[in-house]
Every structure is written in C-alpha cells, then in structure tokens.
Nanobody, 115 residues
Framework: QVQLVESGGGLVQPGGSLRLSCAVP????????MGWYRQGPGDARDLVAA???????NYADSVKGRFTISTDSAENMVYLQMNSLKLEDTAVYFC?????????WGQGTQVTVSS
C-alpha cells in the first residue's frame, strides 16, 4: 500500500516558523499533484497549498505570503515552509498525493501555535 509520511510538526509561538516534510514514493512523485491540508478540532479538512509536477502552486487565501510549498525531486520530498505563524494555524496537517488512481494520505502531523 502506498504510504505518505509527514514530519516536522510541533509547538511554536506566534510569529514563529516550522517546516513540514512529506516523503512520497518515487513511483508517483513525478506524476502526482501534491498538497498539504489541515484540519482543526471539529473542522473540515481544508486545502492549504498544492503543487503539480510542473511546479505550479496554489494556496489558500489565509496562508498566502506566509506559507510556501516546494518539492525536492532528488529526495522525493514535499515541504511546507510556514512563517509568521498565527494561533489560527493550529491544526493537524496532512500530506496528500493525487494521481489517476486516486488520493493517498499521510497520517498527519500536529502543529500547535501558542504562547
């Protein structure tokens, strides 16, 4: 079974930064649309950022100018650099890969922004 593995979550103060990482199987890395989603307590799972194999990106309005999604093809990794973090960024963040075969999700990594 295809597995995505997220890492890099943790506790950070408002205004701080974190970088999330997602390891992607090489068989799908180059053909998938990769995305980061987040889900707060009792909330829906919402798209944060996405990137395709050509490097085109899309961001939720709430994170534009603060978050950056990127990939490293040599390492089959997807990253989410999060700067200027706010309390409302607190959520479980999930990595997602979309191919013609469907969606593949990671297990999630907790990001908590708190003073």
């Amino acid at each position: 079974q295809v597995q995505l593995v997220e890492s890099g979550g943790g506790l950070v103060q408002p205004g701080g930064s974190l970088r999330l990482s997602c390891a992607v199987p090489g068989s799908i890395f180059s053909i998938a649309i990769m995305g980061w989603y987040r889900q707060g307590p009792g909330d829906a799972r919402d798209l944060v950022a996405a990137i395709n194999s050509a490097g085109d990106t899309n961001y939720a309005d709430s994170v534009k100018g603060r978050f950056t999604i990127s990939t490293d093809s040599a390492e089959n990794m997807v990253y989410l650099q999060m700067n200027s973090l706010k309390l409302e960024d607190t959520a479980v963040y999930f990595c997602n890969a979309i191919t013609p075969r469907g969606h593949t999700w990671g297990q999630g990594t907790q990001v908590t922004v708190s003073s």
